[in-house]
């Protein structure tokens, strides 16, 4: 009534705006909240590692982690993801499937591209780690309190019956198909990670112990050198007396321990193709045993639990299970699971890394490029990807699309830092990097959901 015919486009975009700033405002409070929750278990685990247990060091640490990667989160895995999944839906959200396995591997690669071309060259043995950070969002602890302010908020028309059951299911989904990334994908490759730190510390410790060695052995070198240029009988005498015993050795031995020695080399090559077939067989069944030990290594509890709580979720004995007394129990003790990774996330925080790479530690600046690529990058693609999905009629539902923006947007998630301290790979530059990501969401994921809720409306 207020605009004239004429500036209905106008009228049309400030309504737009309007929206847009509400909702601005909504998701900022409750992102805000969310994070602030998870930003102050984070401080309680620095302060614990820093001035109370200390004790145990990185070990006890270790166990902690262990502990609620093979009881605690599997408790709430199943309790979750049984209950929150329905087979009813899976025909429905088969795009949300595909997303979920598509848009890992397209992060993946960018964060290796992207820090390969970001971080200084002394920082290059973090792109490992700055791709996983970038490929594995948060897919539950915050998408899903969004989502239910924000299906309040935006008043869409919808046939869902249940908003606040939908978004759970949607969330869920995508949660377990990340999950079962994390723990097959990141998990191998801090597993590397954490072998190739061994084996370069190894090395290192070889390396000086052999210098340890030569210097020991160089007084000798210089005694026998001058020696060489000494005229004194007696001095000669006695120097050779001090000299190595190989070396006396090897000036008594006469014609026939040379050709006896020949004839030992002679041998030892006659003798080499039946022992290269032999070291060719050892390497076969070292390569087979390994390669059964790192699948075994990946088929860890938390991969277990995730497939039980798919075959429950999509079983008749879903229903009587989630009203069982079982579940209530597995509930109970799931709950542990997220405090006790924030709190091993603020820990990491507090103690240097086991082994620090041979070209340095990680740096604050890395941290900063690492939440770059998760939060402006990826995000810029995948929404890419879903605004894609969007135009191919694959994504119909405005809030199933939204709920895919939200992932896009979101932090990294925590489960990653429990990977790293069960493998014992990247601990601090994952719990320093992680720390600043939270903080960074907020103002990122404000203007992302803005700039979402404007584009469906």
């Known amino acids: 009534q207020v605009f004239p015919a004429a500036a209905q486009p106008q009228r049309a975009l400030l309504l737009v705006l309007w929206c847009a700033m509400s909702v601005?405002?909504?998701?900022?409070?409750?992102?805000?909240?969310?994070?602030?929750?998870?930003?102050?278990?984070?401080?309680?685990?620095?302060?614990?590692?820093?001035y109370r247990a200390t004790a145990g060091g990185a070990n006890s640490w270790r166990d902690f982690a262990r502990l609620n990667a093979e009881f605690f989160t599997p408790c709430?895995?199943?309790?979750?993801?049984?209950?929150g999944i329905s087979p009813e839906i899976l025909a429905d959200l088969w795009p949300v499937i595909v997303l979920a396995f598509l848009l890992p591997q397209v992060w993946l690669v960018t964060g290796a591209v992207g820090a390969r071309l970001l971080l200084p060259p002394d920082q290059h043995q973090f792109i490992r780690f700055a791709s996983v950070?970038?490929?594995y969002p948060n897919a539950f602890a915050i998408?899903?309190?969004?989502?239910?302010?924000?299906?309040?908020?935006?008043?869409?028309?919808?046939e869902r019956p249940d908003l606040d059951a939908f978004s759970v299911s949607v969330t869920m989904l995508f949660s377990l198909c990340m999950l079962l990334q994390i723990w097959t994908v990141a998990f191998s490759l801090y597993g590397q990670a954490a072998k190739d730190e061994a084996a370069a510390l190894a090395k290192q410790v070889s390396d000086e112990s052999r210098s340890e060695d030569a210097a020991d052995e160089a007084p000798a070198v210089v005694v026998v050198v001058d020696a060489a240029h000494s005229e004194d009988a007696a001095d000669k005498a006695a120097v050779a007396e001090r000299a190595p015993q190989s070396t006396r050795h090897g000036d008594d031995r006469g014609p026939d321990a040379v050709d006896s020695a020949d004839e030992d080399e002679v041998q030892a090559v006659r003798r080499a193709p039946s022992r290269r077939l032999s070291f060719s067989a050892t390497d076969c069944v070292v390569m087979f045993t390994g390669r059964v030990r790192a699948v075994r290594e990946v088929f860890n509890p938390l991969l277990v639990s995730l497939l039980v709580a798919l075959g429950i979720s999509l079983s008749p004995l879903r229903e009587p299970f989630v009203?069982?007394?079982?579940?209530?129990?597995?509930?109970?003790?799931?709950?542990?699971?997220?405090?006790?990774v924030l709190i091993q996330l603020g820990a990491g925080m507090a103690r240097p890394p086991a082994v620090?790479?041979?070209?340095?530690?990680?740096?604050?600046?890395?941290?900063?490029?690492?939440?770059?690529?998760?939060?402006?990058?990826?995000?810029?693609?995948?929404?890419?990807?879903?605004?894609?999905?969007?135009?191919?009629?694959?994504?119909?539902?405005?809030?199933?699309?939204?709920?895919?923006y939200l992932m896009c947007?979101?932090?990294?998630?925590?489960?990653?830092?429990?990977?790293?301290?069960?493998?014992?790979?990247?601990?601090q530059p994952t719990a320093v990097t992680l720390f600043v990501m939270q903080a960074a969401a907020v103002p990122l994921m404000t203007v992302s959901i803005a700039a979402y809720v404007a584009v469906l409306s």
């Open 24 to 50: 601005f405002w909504s998701s900022a409070a409750t992102s805000l909240n969310a994070v602030g929750r998870t930003l102050s278990i984070c401080c309680c685990g620095f302060v614990l590692a820093r």
């Open 323 to 340: 009203a069982s007394g079982v579940h209530d129990w597995l509930e109970f003790m799931g709950a542990a699971s997220v405090p006790m």
């Open 76 to 83: 709430l895995v199943i309790a979750s993801f049984s209950k």
């Open 133 to 135: 950070c970038v490929a």
């Open 409 to 427: 947007c979101s932090p990294t998630a925590a489960n990653v830092s429990l990977v790293s301290s069960v493998q014992a790979a990247f601990v």
């Open 143 to 158: 998408p899903y309190p969004l989502m239910r302010v924000l299906v309040r908020q935006v008043g869409w028309p919808t």
């Open 356 to 404: 620090q790479g041979k070209e340095g530690g990680f740096r604050w600046r890395s941290a900063f490029v690492v939440v770059f690529l998760r939060g402006v990058v990826a995000n810029l693609i995948g929404s890419g990807i879903v605004t894609f999905f969007r135009h191919m009629g694959w994504l119909k539902d405005p809030y199933v699309i939204l709920c895919m």
